[in-house]
């Protein structure tokens, strides 16, 4: 497979990271939930263009913001030697907003350098599925797929599928991984504090499933009594508060608009810091991951997140590999108060591309989204198997690949994860997000953290909020 790393940015050179995961880092997507990262030297280009393999029938050109599905996409080239076509992979970090101006100009240029297969993330997903660039997407009935009774087949999960479908109904982007979120917890602190670490326990004591937070601001005040923080960062919560939110940042009119949950953010974050239920870090900081490993200002009793948090985040910042080291091992899964999901990558076909491209196309993206046997992406992403050597497991799309896998990791004490996010990807919620939703995240998580830390009262943090909205990206209240 040929790759083209462009490192771009506007008019000037950047860095390009490439990083393996679907999360959002906090408010910007640029930390994907990753492990493996590599960064290519800023101004550093290579630029493949050759004509095909020799008995080939053409190229592929595919567009990612990370290596990660240019790599399953190397993988079952290899394994299917008679696909028929090369692949060349274009691959622009998301840092900075590089990704999605590079991608827009790649699809509006057209020609045979256009993307014909290409990637968008949940912070801008809707920008393609549904929003300005969604001309573009070929809906994947005209792949040739039996859309309603393979995504039934599959069981996907259907916040998934939401943000996927685009404004006429029809589904025009899907993905491998589900991202849904539960509470990651710390056994030994469960055992101290609670008398149990048994996570259907756990689940109860924090309200899990319940729609509310209150039982959950109970136990940080048990915890508080011992010193403990029941979270690392006011970002641990945001994420169950953002996408389980009721509506999104945009009303009817494109007018911004703060959904009621998301203003009382506000005032969750200034008790996580007046209460000491949180240390005060913030997400994808060195103080964070100080939490996971202990060794932060004080314990912390959990996170909130998907699977990828767990495979890409605390597990290499446990500081262990095995049980006994560091906090590995020391960890379980339970259920949420509030259904939530984080992150994402959803695979959108060009409808421009060349006609005779299609059914290879179609064939790359029904492996990686759709097939749910054995032989499919997902059953072996969820087990660890897709690579040699790789055994990382994972939460993916399909709850019939999920049924039929195992979830048990070392990492949570022999805990089969699949039991708790199987749920938790149908107890999320795919009907509140915007095209926006990257960049007046991080303004008005700006906002919160200086009203937490007293630098402003609340009414002045609500002001300058819709101020700096409406004079950065022109969206007025």
Request: negative net charge; contains cysteine; glycine residues 10%.
């Amino acid at each position: 497979m040929k790759k083209r790393v462009l490192a771009m940015a506007l008019t000037t050179c950047m860095a390009v990271s490439m990083l393996a995961g679907c999360g959002s880092s906090g408010d910007s997507s640029a930390a994907s939930g990753a492990a493996a990262a590599s960064t290519a030297d800023s101004g550093n280009t290579e630029s493949q263009s050759a004509a095909p393999s020799e008995g080939k029938k053409g190229t592929i050109n595919l567009w990612a913001f990370t290596e990660e599905v240019p790599n399953m996409v190397n993988q079952y080239i290899t394994e299917h030697p008679d696909f028929g076509y090369d692949v060349n992979a274009t691959i622009i970090a998301t840092t900075e907003g590089a990704y999605q101006p590079a991608l827009d100009a790649a699809l509006q240029a057209g020609g045979s350098e256009q993307p014909d297969l290409y990637c968008a993330e949940a912070a801008f997903v809707l920008k393609y599925s549904k929003g300005e660039m969604e001309s573009y997407a070929m809906p994947y009935a005209d792949l040739g797929f039996d859309v309603d009774a393979d995504i039934t087949q599959a069981q996907l999960a259907q916040y998934a599928v939401d943000i996927g479908t685009n404004s006429s109904g029809q589904v025009d982007a899907l993905g491998y991984q589900a991202t849904g979120g539960c509470f990651i917890y710390r056994r030994s602190i469960a055992k101290e504090v609670f008398g149990t670490d048994d996570p259907a326990e756990v689940s109860e004591i924090i309200g899990a499933g319940s729609g509310s937070f209150d039982k959950f601001w109970e136990a940080a005040k048990t915890l508080a009594d011992k010193n403990i923080a029941i979270v690392s960062s006011d970002g641990d919560v945001w994420h169950a508060i953002e996408n389980s939110s009721e509506s999104g940042w945009l009303d009817a009119d494109g007018k911004l608009f703060i959904d009621p949950a998301r203003e009382k953010f506000l005032d969750i974050s200034k008790d996580l810091t007046d209460n000491g239920w949180s240390t005060q870090s913030q997400d994808w900081q060195d103080a964070w991951f100080a939490d996971m490993k202990g060794e932060g200002a004080k314990p912390v009793f959990g996170f909130f997140g998907p699977a990828w948090l767990i495979n890409y985040t605390l597990a290499p910042n446990c500081g262990g590999s095995a049980v006994g080291e560091g906090t590995y091992g020391d960890w379980a899964v339970c259920n949420s108060p509030i259904g939530f999901f984080w992150g994402g990558t959803w695979l959108m076909a060009n409808k421009n591309m060349d006609a005779e491209k299609v059914a290879a196309v179609a064939e790359l993206i029904h492996w990686i989204t759709l097939d749910c046997t054995e032989e499919g992406l997902q059953y072996r992403w969820a087990n660890g198997t897709l690579y040699e050597g790789n055994s990382t497991k994972d939460a993916v799309a399909s709850t019939t690949v999920m049924n039929m896998s195992d979830g048990t990791l070392d990492f949570l004490g022999g805990q089969d994860m699949f039991e708790y996010f199987i749920p938790a990807n149908a107890y999320a919620n795919g009907k509140n997000l915007t095209p926006f939703d990257e960049s007046i995240n991080s303004r008005w998580r700006d906002q919160v953290r200086a009203y937490a830390a007293g630098e402003k009262d609340r009414d002045a943090a609500i002001k300058d909020f819709k101020q700096i909205v409406s004079d950065e990206l022109g969206i007025d209240y």
